[in-house]
């Protein structure tokens, strides 16, 4: 990992594809078993003194016990926050947990250790931004791709935001505590992968048809990362320690993609912004919260679907495609045809990406969420208006044929 990284700043550095490249400050990524060992020996050739770890119950009982004995055994002095649950005894990313984080920090704080997974990193994250205390990344489960990035997705006044905080400065990702995570957060880690198949094809279309900007560098990094899950997939599924490595690496690089490129848009498109109007209903309705890795790789394989059904048929069919009003779009699609049905072609049947989700008994359709067909229907022809990306499904939305996205 420590090789790729150095790479990959090399790379970001040479990369002349006109956008700006955030210099990646990640100054360690090791991967390994029993890697919390060389936390301690971090912060001390660092200099901190005064570290608080940011947890939950579970996740503190599975890696921020071993550090804290670790801690002490190096007579260093620090505090622990340990996130309360919510009504529905879920952790959240709201204004209750980051209150509670930042009132537990002591003032001479000088380093957070996030122990967890997703969210115990958006707290921690949030708290790293607004004290301008550095943090470091302990993940106890490969459940979602955003250690490495700066953006935190935070709940305010019941609406969920991502806003764009601070990467860590360090991760010790513990293979011996990921292989004991809960089944159920590997098979989401492994969902946020899926969705790279439909983001990086919207991606890819929002640049040709609307001059979004784009990295062949980035892109390119995070379809490696997928490819590494889809040849291993096996190795995932029996969660084995090989598994786990790969699932993990892979999280970490599309990270360090969207880090790179400042924004999300190589590991978010259509099917996040499906993830996302589904949450915000939950949300609304007070209903307990679904792992994001969970949700995504249902629409992934719902959106997939669409594509291959509604999506490329309309663009492949040139009477069809020339009935569109916005004759600026058709001239684009036109002109870039052979690329845009290359990418889209490049994901998997829907049926597939269902398979690959029940291997790692995973939830595959909507319904086993707890998502209902009413709330998929409105998804579908709305879930586009939350972001201004144009999207293969917006696309479709403009063609006017949310009526028959369901059929
Ligand atoms: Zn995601
Ligand atoms: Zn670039």
């Given at each position: 990992m420590e090789k790729y990284i150095a790479n990959l700043v090399t790379l970001a550095e040479q990369c002349d594809c006109g956008n700006h490249h955030n210099p990646i400050t990640i100054e360690k990524i090791s991967v390994g078993?029993?890697?919390?060992?060389?936390l301690v020996s971090f912060l001390k050739s660092k200099g901190y003194k005064k570290p608080i770890l940011i947890a939950d119950v579970h996740t503190f009982e599975a890696a921020g016990v071993s550090i804290s004995k670790d801690l002490t055994q190096s007579n260093i002095s620090f505090s622990v926050s340990l996130i309360k649950p919510d009504e529905n005894n879920d952790v959240v990313a709201d204004e209750k947990s980051l209150v509670q984080a930042l009132l537990e920090?002591?003032?001479?704080?000088?380093v957070i250790i996030a122990v967890g997974a997703g969210t115990i990193h958006d707290i921690a994250r949030f708290c790293s931004a607004k004290t301008a205390v550095p943090f470091i990344s302990v993940p106890?489960?490969?459940?979602?791709?955003?250690?490495?990035?700066?953006?935190a997705p935070l709940i305010v006044r019941g609406v969920k935001i991502t806003y764009q905080m601070t990467a860590p400065i360090a991760l010790f990702v513990d293979i011996g505590i990921l292989k004991d995570a809960p089944k159920k957060m590997i098979a989401a880690g492994f969902g946020d992968m899926l969705a790279k198949f439909t983001s990086l094809a919207d991606w890819k279309f929002d640049h040709l048809v609307k001059e979004e900007p784009y990295c062949p560098l980035v892109a390119e990094i995070t379809r490696e990362a997928l490819d590494a899950c889809m040849e291993q997939v096996d190795s995932i599924a029996d969660g084995d320690e090989r598994g786990v490595r790969i699932l993990i690496e892979a999280l970490i690089k599309s990270g360090l993609a969207m880090l790179i490129f400042g924004q999300s848009h190589p590991a978010s498109g259509g099917e996040h912004h499906l993830s996302h109007y589904w949450e915000m209903e939950f949300l609304r309705q007070k209903r307990p919260a679904i792992l994001h890795g969970a949700k995504v790789g249902v629409s992934t394989s719902l959106l997939a679907g669409i594509y291959k059904e509604k999506f490329l048929p309309f663009i492949l069919d040139s009477s069809r495609l020339h009935s569109f009003e916005d004759k600026a779009i058709v001239a684009k699609i036109s002109e870039n045809l052979t690329e845009i049905n290359h990418v889209y072609q490049q994901i998997p049947e829907s049926g597939q990406l269902r398979r690959l989700l029940e291997k790692l008994s995973g939830e595959t359709i909507p319904a086993q969420l707890g998502i209902d067909d009413e709330l998929v229907k409105a998804s579908l022809s709305e879930?586009?208006?939350?972001?201004k990306r144009y999207t293969g499904l917006k696309f479709l939305n403009e063609i006017n044929v949310q009526s028959t996205l369901l059929k």
């Open positions: 078993k029993e890697v919390l060992l060389e920090m002591p003032q001479d704080t000088d106890t489960a490969p459940s979602v791709d955003g250690f490495t990035s700066m953006g879930a586009h208006n939350l972001r």
